[in-house]
């Protein structure tokens, strides 16, 4: 088991940015690939970005390509998600997400644990 905790999320103007956290306990969390997802009202849950286990892959959904940056701290059982040039389209809820695969995923289904969430909003 994996447990996944969000932290970071807020309200903040369009072109502002946030930094979220997702802080991880359980099995080692090195041994996997670690995820991001979103999901606004009346929208299925899509996919933002994603860090291999050791970090030297990364990708991001077109959307968030240049803004967005993921990242992880291995030693401290933690990964991030820097979001700058924020949109209101970014306005979601945001989850963190572990896959036991070494390799970038993109699909929901991969993904075993997830966190509770946490809200971003985005004011125009």
């Known amino acids: 088991q994996v447990q996944l905790v969000e932290s970071g999320g807020g309200l903040v103007q369009a072109g502002g940015s946030l930094r979220l956290s997702c802080a991880a306990s359980?099995?080692?969390?090195?041994?996997?690939?670690m995820g991001w997802f979103r999901q606004a009202p009346g929208k299925e849950r899509e996919f933002v970005a994603a860090?291999?286990?050791?970090?030297?892959?990364?990708d991001y959904a077109d959307s968030v390509k240049g803004r967005f940056t993921i990242s992880r701290d291995n030693a401290k059982n933690t990964e991030y998600l820097q979001m700058n040039s924020l949109r209101p389209e970014d306005t979601a809820v945001y989850y963190c997400?572990?896959?036991?695969?070494?390799?970038?995923?993109?699909?929901?289904?991969?993904?075993?644990?997830w966190g509770q969430g946490t809200q971003v909003t985005v004011s125009s």
């Open positions: 997400a572990a896959a036991p695969i070494g390799t970038v995923q993109y699909a929901i289904g991969e993904y075993h644990y």
């Open positions: 359980g099995r080692t969390f090195s041994h996997y690939t």
């Open positions: 860090i291999s286990w050791s970090g030297g892959s990364t």
